[in-house]
């Protein structure tokens, strides 16, 4: 026996064996199972190690997942907001399948940038504009804040125009656009109204939106057959031209959005996770990571799809020059529409769901700006407000004046794009200073391996061994996180298997002996 240490267990009770170590940080649990006559069989042993210390995640479960769904879809909106369809649809127009690479890596960096805004408010506790006023001098943190609420505000003017044209579309030219103007200014009260009711029932809304976008563009998408060979080519070859300069540079900044950074960096604080514990702030990050990363790829097949919509049945055509939000409805109609099929009414509805999902991500961000850079605390709807008259006020001055001109509204929100593309380096300057800071990350801190050093203490992830009743040796190799050899499991096998028996740890093997 391994240091003479035994268990006076009787076999017929198929019980449990408890051992904690010195340490008191580990506790093990031999099953013996399936008793077979006068000779017991061992069909399984289940060893599984307590944490006490919450150094170490736990293992990956789908329910813990779904616990953390949702601040990712939330942050993906983003991604598909009217500026962004905007954006989508004037590349495909001038410059065809062109741009297609731009907007994959765009979405590549996009997605990045929100990995390491997650990984800031997880390993913190707090959000980017908390910080960003703490370690930055005052003139620094103010002038942040006008960028980022410039930002903020521009996305929001999008929004507001995305929103009233889809509203003058479903009306079907009831509702002018200065009309819809006026409702999605006071549509974002619904949306606080909602979050009373919970977090997780606004989450629920937004998927329901999303889904709505999704359901709309690839039935668009499918409808146009769109060629497989020129999108393929459009992936991965880069080509950029002169005459599509700003064009490139508004796909770049209706995907990389400032005022995201600073949401998303709070929006995972929705979920309680102690920072002083490595193994619960890990556990949270391969969550987030998986939940984000695959909101983003669905934001960028839906971009894909609109790029490619457009690309499609206008590049190269008179009509590519002229083409917007204000109009892209009525000409997918001519082009597309089918006697009855009403792809009008379609995009309609995805252009709806994609500014009401993102009024209220403005809603939410321009609260973490405003309270984390001037510590200046406010109801929601005070907020929303101040941020509404913002938007509203410039956007239903063109609206009334221009209507439906393309030298309006369409011009205004291909600019804004532009406008936010500037933006970019405000955010993500302060992003790249904060988290790469040992001080204020710790060992979260970009560029730096978590290593854990095993010991008597360790965690053992929960093993399920088997054996047979041969006279045999066998060794498994098992996968914990370290960072050293991995040890292994010397299973000394017996004709039976009297009683349950101690595991003993070391660093670098684990045992289990018996008679």
Known sequence: MHNGTTSSLPPEQNSTLHHEDAAGGESIHLLPSDYVGDEEKVTGIEIEAVDSTGQFPPPFSWRKLLEFAGPGLLMSVAFLDPGNLEGDLQAGAIAGYSLLWLLMWSTIMGLVIQLLSLRLGVATGRHLAELSREEYPYWASILLWFMAEVALIGADIQEVIGSAIAINILSNGFVPIWGG??????????????ENYGVRKLEAFFAVLMTAMALSFAWMFIDTRPSGEEL????????????????????????????????????????????????????????????????????????????????????????????????????????????????????????????????????????????????????????????????????????????????????????????????????????????????????????????????????????????????????????????????????????????????????????????
């Not at 103007?181 to 909602?194: E, G, K, R, S």
């Not at 083409?323 to 252009?351: C, D, H, K, M, T």
């Open 181 to 194: 103007v006026l409702i999605t200014a006071f549509d974002c009260f619904i949306f606080l109204f909602l």
């Open 232 to 515: 393929t080519l459009g992936l991965f070859i880069p080509r950029l031209s002169a005459n599509t300069i700003q064009k490139a540079v508004g796909v770049v900044g209706c995907v990389i959005t400032p005022h995201n950074v600073f949401l998303y960096s709070a929006l995972v604080q929705s979920r309680k996770i102690d920072p002083t514990k490595k193994g619960k702030v890990q556990e949270a990050l391969n969550y987030y990571t998986i939940e984000s990363s695959t909101a983003v790829l669905v934001s960028f097949t839906l971009n894909l799809a609109v790029t490619t919509i457009f690309a499609k049945g206008f590049y190269g055509t008179s009509r590519a020059e002229n083409i917007g939000l204000v109009n892209a409805g009525q000409y997918l109609q001519e082009r597309y529409g089918r006697g009855s099929f009403p792809i009008l009414y379609i995009w309609g509805v995805g252009l709806l769901a994609a500014g009401q999902s993102s009024t209220m991500t403005g809603t939410y961000a321009g609260q973490f700006i405003m309270e984390g850079f001037l510590n200046l605390r406010m109801k929601k709807w005070v907020r929303s407000v101040i941020t509404r008259s913002c938007a509203i006020i410039p956007t239903i001055v063109v609206a009334v004046l221009f209507n439906r001109s393309q030298d309006s509204l369409d011009s205004l929100n291909e600019w804004l794009n532009v406008v936010q593309g500037m933006q970019i380096p405000f955010a993500i300057i302060p992003l790249l200073t904060l988290v790469s800071n040992e001080r204020i990350m710790g060992v979260f801190k970009i560029g730096t391996t978590i290593e854990v050093k095993q010991n008597a203490t360790n965690r053992i992830e929960s093993w399920h061994l088997s054996t047979n009743r041969t006279r045999k040796t066998q060794l498994f190799k098992v996968d914990g996180l370290t960072k050293i050899p991995l040890p292994a499991l010397s299973f000394n096998d017996h004709r039976r298997w009297p009683t349950p028996h101690i595991v003993y740890t070391t660093p670098l093997v684990t045992s289990v002996d018996h008679c």
